[in-house]
Nanobody, 130 residues
Framework: EVQLVESGGGLVQTGGSLRLSCAVS????????????IGWFRQAPGKEREFVAC????????YYATSVKGRFTISVDRAKATVYLQMNGLKPEDTALYSC???????????????????WGKGTLVTVSP
């Protein structure tokens, strides 16, 4: 079964940067990372989960929420089977638990707030102080 392990969260001041990592393992036999969409969602206390960014690894297409476009960048290191989320210009409203997801279907990330995403990590907490 696909396993995702996030890391890189922490406490940062407004305007600071963090890089989150999502290590991917246990891919379905016969598939490679190129056959998956990998992405990030976040959930702040008392709020619903919201889409942040995703990529379909096979064609390197990327998608971002309007709230993070221009500040966050998603990238993939195929050799390490790791997906990164570089977050710059962090704001207090970016404070949330960030979770990595994987699915063979890109649209699972783009619709229904991630409810159709098959695999999830446990998340890493990002706190941005004013």
């Amino acid at each position: 079964e696909v396993q995702l392990v996030e890391s890189g969260g922490g406490l940062v001041q407004t305007g600071g940067s963090l890089r989150l990592s999502c290590a991917v393992s246990g891919l379905v036999h016969g598939l490679t990372l190129d056959d998956y969409a990998i992405g990030w969602f976040r959930q702040a206390p008392g709020k619903e989960r919201e889409f942040v960014a995703c990529t379909y690894v096979g064609d390197s297409s990327t998608y971002y929420a309007t709230s993070v476009k221009g500040r966050f960048t998603i990238s993939v290191d195929r050799a390490k089977a790791t997906v990164y989320l570089q977050m710059n210009g962090l704001k207090p409203e970016d404070t949330a638990l960030y979770s990595c997801g994987a699915d063979e279907v890109l649209s699972a990330f783009l619709y229904h707030n991630g409810v159709d995403v098959d695999y999830w990590g446990k998340g890493t907490l990002v706190t941005v102080s004013p």
